[in-house]
Nanobody
Framework: QVQLVESGGGFVQPGGSLRLSCEAS????????MGWYRQGRRELVATISSGGNANYADAVKGRFTISRDNTKNTTYLQMNSLKPEDTDVYYC???????????????WGQGTQVTVSS
């Protein structure tokens, strides 16, 4: 089995910051892309390759930073200058191989709520 466990969501005032974390655990041979998706806006917020190449939705460029620690099978989303419209449930996603052979499969975390309000 593979699990993606997210943490770091919460309540913050506009202009504030939050850092989300997502750790993949279980039988994992290799993790390819990892990313964050927000449900209400149906938007892929950010992705990062195994080599560290990052891509962002236009709405978060310059405010959010995605990173990963391959030694910990973990990805992070640093969210700065948060706006009320960033309020949403954020889901972690990872495309990974559980064994040396076979195509990567996508896995999802359980979601974490981010609320930005004054």
């Amino acid at each position: 089995q593979v699990q993606l466990v997210e943490s770091g969501g919460g309540f913050v005032q506009p202009g504030g910051s939050l850092r989300l974390s997502c750790e993949a655990s279980g039988t994992i041979f290799r993790i390819n892309d990892m990313g964050w998706y927000r449900q209400g806006r149906r938007e892929l917020v950010a992705t990062i390759s195994s080599g560290g190449n990052a891509n962002y939705a236009d709405a978060v460029k310059g405010r959010f930073t995605i990173s990963r620690d391959n030694t910990k099978n973990t990805t992070y989303l640093q969210m700065n200058s948060l706006k009320p419209e960033d309020t949403d449930v954020y889901y972690c996603n990872a495309h990974l191989q559980r064994r040396r052979v076979g195509a990567p499969v996508g896995y999802w975390g359980q979601g974490t709520q981010v609320t930005v309000s004054s």
